[in-house]
Nanobody, 125 residues
Framework: QVQLVESGGGSVQAGGSLRLSCTTSGVTYGSACMAWFRQVPGKERERVAVIYRGGQSTYYADSVKGRFTISTDNAKNMVILQMNSLKPEDTAMYYC??????????????????WGQGTQVTVSS
């Protein structure tokens, strides 16, 4: 059974940094998609970053490209989202998600059936 627990959220001023961690159990990183999503009340959930199969490839939303970095610490069973140059529009609840990866027309895909409880990030101007 997969379990995901996020930590590291908090309040920071614009331009600052935060490091989110997702501690996992039951996930085989070499065959999984690990992702961070975020959601603001009243808005659609946004996929922020994905790391495929333990680091073979990554994806970033245009809104965070160049500022956020997703990585894994396999020894600690952890997925990390390093967030730099934070902006007020990054304020949201951040969720960790995971699923076994599959390929469609040669491209990695995930359904994200497992989710954490979320951690709040607040960026003030």
């Amino acid at each position: 059974q997969v379990q995901l627990v996020e930590s590291g959220g908090g309040s920071v001023q614009a331009g600052g940094s935060l490091r989110l961690s997702c501690t996992t159990s039951g996930v085989t990183y070499g065959s999984a998609c690990m992702a961070w999503f975020r959601q603001v009340p009243g808005k659609e959930r946004e996929r922020v970053a994905v790391i495929y199969r333990g680091g073979q490839s990554t994806y970033y939303a245009d809104s965070v490209k160049g500022r956020f970095t997703i990585s894994t610490d396999n020894a600690k069973n952890m997925v990390i989202l390093q967030m730099n140059s934070l902006k007020p529009e990054d304020t949201a609840m951040y969720y960790c998600a995971a699923d076994p990866v599959y390929f469609l027309h040669g491209m990695p895909r995930c359904e994200y059936s497992s989710w954490g409880q979320g951690t709040q990030v607040t960026v003030s101007s």
